[in-house]
């Protein structure tokens, strides 16, 4: 769908500042997915953008809606992983785990398949089957020696449901192998390894924090060990080492159910209303 130049740039803009917020300011970059929403509802980018906004800020009912609204609008599949884990936010890892042998997952690339494994074995986990996520996530992608974007993620995940199913032992050698993937700390595999190691992080800088350097920091569950993100010296810091149509029926009217007018050119919001003057 076209939209007249000066309305699109006004919708460009909305979603420039949902992408640029989603990761910091969720709340912030919902809002102006409102926005574009209510400007162009009839384009996919938007209603897409508008379902990862709702979806990063667990409003998970809106956020399918959105997702499936693009998805007639583009007939792609792409983003069926990510509504299979809006079924999970909803409480349904049943339609997940549909979802996840319907015939549209062949339809994905390689990292939308290893995702749709994700939301698989995190709905087996839902419904406390820890051994049969444990299965989900066996796939060769899983011990390769060639990092992707998504290795760090597969082998937290691993170790998570290794965990569930009392295999901790074999669960800690996993968090290590996600730490070696995890460059950018993003998993919080580290964390999760320090854990089991009965390590405990503090941060030296939380004024919150009462750090007492008269007595050790020790108790019974395990060692704290005090960190400060400024400095640089060892000594500043210890560190341990799922048929998609025979489940979704389409439904035609839902876009006018939805209540989204005509986009106006001539009453375009450039910003969330609690944001202008």
């Known amino acids: 769908m076209s939209l007249p130049k000066t309305l699109a740039e006004d919708v460009a803009k909305n979603l420039v500042m949902v992408a640029r917020l989603l990761d910091s300011e969720p709340e912030e970059a919902y809002a102006y997915s409102r926005v574009a929403l209510r400007l162009a509802s009839r384009v996919a980018a938007v209603r897409e953008a508008a379902g990862f906004a709702s979806y990063v800020t667990e409003r998970y009912s809106e956020a399918l809606t959105e997702f499936r609204a693009s998805r007639r609008m583009t007939g792609s599949a792409e983003l069926w992983p990510v509504m299979a884990d809006c079924e999970r936010g909803l409480g349904r890892p049943e339609r997940a785990l549909e979802m996840a042998g319907a015939p549209e997952v062949k339809q994905l690339d390689k990292a939308g398949q290893i995702e749709m494994r994700l939301v698989a074995a995190g709905a087996r986990s839902d419904m406390e089957q820890f051994d049969a996520a444990v299965v989900t996530l066996e796939c060769p992608e899983l011990g390769s020696h060639s990092v992707q974007p998504w290795t760090a993620r597969l082998r937290y995940a691993y170790a998570e449901a290794l965990i569930g199913a009392g295999r901790e032992d074999e669960a800690r050698d996993w968090f290590a192998k996600a730490v070696e993937a995890d460059q950018d700390g993003s998993t919080g595999a580290a964390e999760r390894l320090a854990q089991l190691d009965g390590i405990e992080f503090v941060d030296a800088l939380d004024p919150e924090v009462e750090l007492d350097d008269d007595e050790d920091d020790e108790d019974e569950s395990g ?50 209303e609690g944001d202008r003057n």
């Open 223 to 272: 060692i704290v060990v005090a960190v400060d993100d400024e400095g640089d010296d060892e000594s500043d810091a210890e560190f341990a080492q799922g048929d998609g149509e025979d489940y979704y029926e389409d439904d035609e009217e839902e876009d006018e159910e939805e209540g989204f007018d005509s986009p106006s050119a001539e009453r375009p919001f450039l910003e969330p």
